[in-house]
């Protein structure tokens, strides 16, 4: 580990994980090539478990444990195992074990360094995708572009299946750009009205799981209960179905009132 006060004054950012993980390659890189595979480069989650020094690892039963740079450079592997047979007292951080009690200046070289991986970073991350959606005018007549949800919306569905389809609307009701409420209502209505009896609670965790990430998702035509459901005999019709559909759209978009 590398105390972050080397590197300046880093800010909060949600790109610190890639920042960080395009450094330790870069640090690699430099090393010699027998220690490069004993680098992990899988850690660049902004979330991750961090296990305290002094505290077991549960298979081996060893004590994870700080080295000075003397027993680094000096100390071998079967050596440094059997230190980590004890805990050690803290005396290099505080009781944390994580912030070093040494007074640490900033690098110039691990600066410019870091501000470099920084300014690549910026130029190459791609600007976040928007989702441009095709909102109905009247939510009263809901039309599909997909033949099998539109036979799931007009069809009273079997016990087994119910969830699954309730899924796979409500997905489609958010691509057509319903908020959450907008889909809920439209669910509930579908659930009475082809009086399909799913429970209000299952309706309502449907929708939250439809909309909780932050891109909807499409289910496509390999999904196994869309083509179950799909009256549309191949492929070929089906892109016939989605053309005249997107089609009808359009017309309804450019019509004069």
């Known amino acids: 580990m590398l105390d972050t006060r080397l590197f300046g004054r880093i800010l909060p950012s949600k790109n610190l994980p890639l920042i960080f993980d395009s450094m330790r390659r870069h640090f690699v890189g430099e090393l010699p090539e027998p220690l490069r595979e004993t680098v992990d480069l899988g850690i660049k989650d902004r979330v991750r478990l961090f296990r305290l020094p002094n505290t077991a690892h549960e298979k081996s039963k060893l004590n994870k444990i700080i080295l000075s740079l003397d027993e680094l450079a000096t100390l071998s592997a079967d050596e440094i195992r059997e230190c980590a047979r004890k805990i050690r007292p803290l005396t290099m951080t505080d009781e944390t074990g994580f912030v070093s009690r040494a007074d640490v200046k900033e690098n110039l ?21 928007v989702y441009r959606f095709r909102r109905p005018e009247d939510l009263a007549r809901l039309e599909f572009p997909c033949a099998a949800l539109q036979r799931i919306w007009e069809s009273h569905i079997e016990s087994g299946y119910r969830n699954n389809c309730a899924i796979r609307l409500a997905s489609e009701l958010r691509l057509l750009g319903l908020n959450a409420d907008e889909a809920s209502d439209k669910l509930f209505e579908w659930n009475q009205r082809n009086r399909i009896d799913l429970p209000s609670d299952e309706i309502h965790n449907v929708v939250g799981s439809a909309y909780q990430r932050r891109f909807p998702y499409r289910y496509g035509c390999r999904d196994e209960i869309l083509r179950y ?13 989605v053309a005249a559909r997107l089609q009808e759209q359009r017309d309804e978009r450019s019509s004069p009132l």
């Open 109 to 129: 070289a691990a600066v410019q360094f870091f501000q470099r991986i920084q300014r690549q970073l910026r130029k190459f991350t791609r600007k976040p995708f």
């Open 229 to 241: 459901f799909c009256p549309l005999a191949d492929y070929e019709q089906c892109r016939s179905f």
